[in-house]
């Protein structure tokens, strides 16, 4: 467990790391596009790591890891494909605002009824906003960050994960 300074003092963030040899395979998380534009899914990227983000743009801790969750996206773009999933939101105008203000281009799931946490359950903590999934290049759950998540772990986790560690 660490912790990361915030706004309104420490966030707390939790991360757990899976055993090659324990993983499960990663649930599909497939939704209509945040932007509008047909159907979003996690099984679109084979052979990369992927990196499911579950967000909502009315959680402060969200606005804190957005830079490092955009800056990583650009950084390991040949490596991971990151999803975001963005949940319990009051209209998708007011998530594209937030992805516009943090300047993140990567595709969004918009899943105002959370119902993409379900597939994930015993995995994504159902008020573990934002929790961050890393998913390897064989389909399964390799790493959880329950929490803020800053860039010198999701750049590292997806590194181990893409070398199969």
């Known amino acids: 467990m660490g912790s990361t300074p915030g706004a309104d003092g420490p966030v707390t963030q939790a991360l757990t790391r899976i055993p ?7 649930p599909v998380a497939s939704g209509p596009a945040l932007s509008g534009e047909g159907t979003v899914s996690t099984a679109d990227y084979p052979g990369k790591v992927v990196v499911i983000n579950v967000w909502g743009a009315w959680c402060a801790p969200c606005r804190l890891e957005a830079p490092d969750l955009a800056e990583a996206s650009r950084k390991r773009a040949d490596t991971a494909a990151f999803v ?3 949940v319990r939101e009051s209209s998708p105008q007011t998530a594209q605002a937030f992805l516009r203000t943090f300047d993140i281009d990567y595709p969004h799931i918009y899943d105002p009824s959370a119902a993409q946490l379900v597939r ?7 008020n573990g906003i934002p929790t961050t999934l890393f998913i390897d ?3 399964r759950i390799a790493a959880r960050v ?3 998540v800053s860039l010198t772990t999701l750049l590292g986790l997806i590194d181990e994960t893409y070398e199969g560690k």
């Open 84 to 86: 975001g999933i963005n």
């Open 146 to 148: 329950v929490g803020v």
């Open 20 to 26: 090659v040899e324990e993983r499960l395979p990663a």
């Open 137 to 139: 290049r064989q389909g």
């Open 120 to 126: 994930f359950a015993g995995t994504l903590p159902p």
